[in-house]
Structure formats: C-alpha cells, structure tokens
C-alpha cells in the first residue's frame, strides 16, 4: 500500500515539475505568429498609417495655374482604381489616397496629411464599409456619421469642396464572413444623402448604379463582392465625373 502511495506522490511531482519547466521555458513563437506581432507592432506605431503617403506627397508639385486638383480619399475601392487594368482619370490630373482596409476614424486622422495640405479644389470622400465591418474594432453609425462630419469641416474651412460617394453595395465581406452587411450599407447611404442635402454637399450614388436585387454588388462590377471589377470602375468613372464637375460649377 506504501509503494502505492509513494508512486502517487512521485508521479504528482513529476508532473508539477513539468509544469513548471514549461511555464519557465521561454516562449518560441511560430514564424506566422512573429509576423502577426510585427504586423500589429506596426499598425500601433502608425495606426492611421500616415507615412503611407508620405513621401508621395512631399514629391507631389503643386496645381499647375488653373489647374483644379481633386482628392480622391477612402479606402481599398479608391485605392484600387488604376490598378489591374482599370483606369484612374488617365485625362486628368486627380490624386488618389485611398489605403486599403481603412475605417473613418483612421481617415479623419491623415485628413490634413492627404487632402488639405495638397491644396485641392475638389475632395471625393468614399468611406464606411470598413467601419460596417469593424475594421478598427466596433463603431455604431453614430460614430461614422460623426466622422463623415469632422472630415466635412475640415474640408469647408479650408475651402476645399466636399463630394461624399455613397458606400457601394455589399452582402458579405470576404475578410470578415457573416455581418450581413447589405442593410447597415443602406441605412448609412440615406443618412449621407440627407447630410449633404442639408449642408450643401454633393453627392456621389455609386450605390443605385452598382447594386442588384439582393443589396449586393452586381457580379459584373465586382471581383469579390466587395472591390470593383474594371466594368465597375467604368461605371463609377463618369458618375464621379459628373459629380466633381457640378462641385466646381455649382450647379
């Protein structure tokens, strides 16, 4: 019975004293997990990403006498356009800051970097289907509202002309699955709409042009439901034409 016992205590003290070691152990993290880590290291220590553009912008000279610059400023929709055969407004000079996966909060953060000091005419806002997916963590659509707004200020009193696009159509997000997005979308565009209907600012429906029966984005308009196809793009190019043409003319 004695043997028992002490083989009992043995086995218990065995096992404590693994622990232990395991827990005195330095941690050797995966090679994935040491990317994760300096992938969030780096969102921390610049979280609205503001030497995105840097340099770009330094290098970028100043409007040409006349010439009427347009900031194009959002996220991945606007980054995007110009790339993989779609074409950015080859006639004309426009700049485009859109950073991919950006909410509004992180944009009301590079507003002065992006868009004042580059002294444009005319800013096209395109934003808030990172905020519906929580991109930056959760935000009600008190908060992107609050944003669209200070980036709104922002713009009058530097006497930059605001044109909001409307948040293109969506039911899911391939990077964050099963948010149901569509409605949020819907409800945050006629919010926008009446925004600019009460202060003055043009707005931009990408959505009514883009969208089919489901709250989605039509299949020939989009890559992965979310980002806009080239066919897409040729949708939206003279909409946002006409939109900054009638900020400049005022009608």
């Not at 040491?34 to 840097?54: F, N, P, S, T, V």
């Not at 709104?152 to 990077?175: E, Q």
């Not at 989009?222 to 009638?246: C, F, N, R, W």
């Amino acid at each position: 019975m004695k043997a028992v016992v002490w083989a009992v205590l043995l086995a218990g003290v065995s096992v404590a004293t693994m622990r232990a070691q395991e827990v005195a152990s330095p941690f050797v993290a995966p090679v994935e997990t040491e990317k994760q880590i300096a992938a969030m290291q780096a969102k921390l220590d610049d979280w609205a990403q503001l030497g995105y553009y840097r340099d770009a912008n330094k290098a970028l000279a100043a409007a040409a006498p006349g010439e009427d610059r347009v900031v194009f400023y959002g996220a991945s929709v606007v980054e995007f356009w110009g790339r993989n055969g779609s074409a950015f407004f080859p006639a004309k000079n426009y700049v485009n800051r859109g950073i991919s996966g950006q909410t509004t909060a992180q944009m009301v953060v590079r507003f002065r970097q992006d868009v004042i000091n580059l002294r444009p005419t005319v800013v096209v806002i395109l934003a808030g289907t990172n905020d519906v997916a929580g991109n930056t963590g959760p935000m009600t659509p008190e908060m992107t509202e609050n944003n669209w707004q200070s980036m709104a200020d922002m713009a009058k009193a530097n006497g930059i002309k605001v044109v909001f696009a409307s948040i293109t159509p969506s039911t899911d997000f391939p990077w964050k699955k099963g948010l149901h997005p569509a409605e949020k979308i819907r409800t945050l565009d006629a919010w926008l709409q009446g925004y600019c209907v009460t202060h003055r600012f043009i707005y931009l429906d990408y959505y009514r042009a883009l969208v089919n029966d489901d709250g989605g984005m039509k299949a020939e308009y989009t890559v992965d439901g979310v980002h806009a196809s080239v066919k897409g793009y040729e949708v939206m190019a003279p909409l946002a034409q006409a939109a900054i043409d009638k900020a400049l003319t005022g009608h």
